[in-house]
C-alpha cells in the first residue's frame, strides 16, 4: 500500500495501463469505504461515449480546458475530429500530469490568465466533498467565456441509468436537484449537458433553457 501523501489514483492508472489489472479501495473523508472498484471504466475509448457527446466533439473549436483530465480521452478525440482547437489538460494527479504533460490543478483551484471557449468537466464533480463542488463551479464559470460541458452521476443516475458494472459507485450520491441548484447558481442549463455563464451574451429563447 503506498503512503498517503503518495499519488495513489495517478499510480493505480500507471500500472493498469502497463498491464497490472488490479483494483482499488476507495476510502473518503466521510467514512465511506468501497472496495475492488476496476480501474477499466477509466480506459473507455470516445467509441464508448454517449451518443450526444461524440456529436457534440464534432462541434468544438477554439481553447479547450478539460478539468480532470485523466488520461486525456477528450484530446484524442478532439485530435481527430476537432484538429483546430487548443487542447489544456488538468488533472490533479502529480503522476498523469508528468506522464502525459497536463497542468496540474482541482476543479476549485485551477487558475488561467485567459478563458476559455469550451471547459469540459466531466466525471470529477461527484467525487468532491461539497464545499469543493461549490467552489469549483464557480471558478469554472469564471474560466468560461463561452459553454461549459458538465457531466456527472447524481443518486438517481446510480439507482435508476446507470450500468453499475461500468460506473465507478464510490461517489458521493446527491441528488439531482442539489447538482441542479448549485450549478444553476453560476450557469444556464441548455440541455445536453451544455451550459452557459450566467453572464453570457448569448441570447437563449425560453424552451432553449431547462
Known amino acids: 500500500m503506498l503512503p498517503v501523501y503518495q499519488d495513489a489514483y495517478g499510480q493505480a492508472m500507471l500500472d493498469h495501463l ?23 471504466v477509466y480506459f473507455s475509448s470516445a467509441n464508448d461515449w454517449s451518443a450526444h457527446t461524440r456529436k457534440a466533439m464534432k462541434l468544438v473549436q477554439g481553447r479547450v480546458l478539460d478539468i480532470g483530465c485523466g488520461l486525456g480521452g477528450w484530446r484524442d478525440a478532439m485530435r481527430r475530429h476537432c484538429p483546430d482547437a487548443v487542447y489544456t489538460g488538468v488533472d490533479a494527479s502529480p503522476e498523469l500530469c508528468r506522464r502525459y504533460g497536463w497542468r496540474q490543478g482541482t476543479v476549485s483551484g485551477f487558475r488561467s490568465r485567459s478563458s476559455f471557449d469550451l471547459v469540459v468537466c466531466r466525471s470529477v464533480l461527484q467525487y468532491l466533498p461539497a464545499d469543493e463542488v461549490r467552489r469549483g463551479v464557480e471558478n469554472l464559470a469564471c474560466l468560461c467565456r463561452g459553454a461549459a460541458y458538465i457531466e ?13 458494472t461500468a460506473t465507478d459507485g464510490a461517489i458521493y450520491r446527491r441528488s439531482a436537484a442539489w447538482y441542479r441548484r448549485t450549478v444553476g447558481r453560476c450557469f444556464t442549463n441548455c440541455g445536453g449537458g451544455v451550459f452557459l455563464p450566467k453572464d453570457s451574451d448569448v441570447v437563449l429563447y425560453e424552451l432553449e433553457k431547462l
Open 18 to 40: 502497463l498491464g497490472d489489472v488490479g483494483d482499488v479501495s476507495v476510502e473518503r473523508d466521510d467514512g465511506y469505504l468501497e472496495g475492488d472498484v476496476g480501474m477499466d
Open 152 to 164: 456527472l452521476v447524481s443518486r438517481e443516475d446510480w439507482e435508476r441509468n446507470c450500468d453499475r
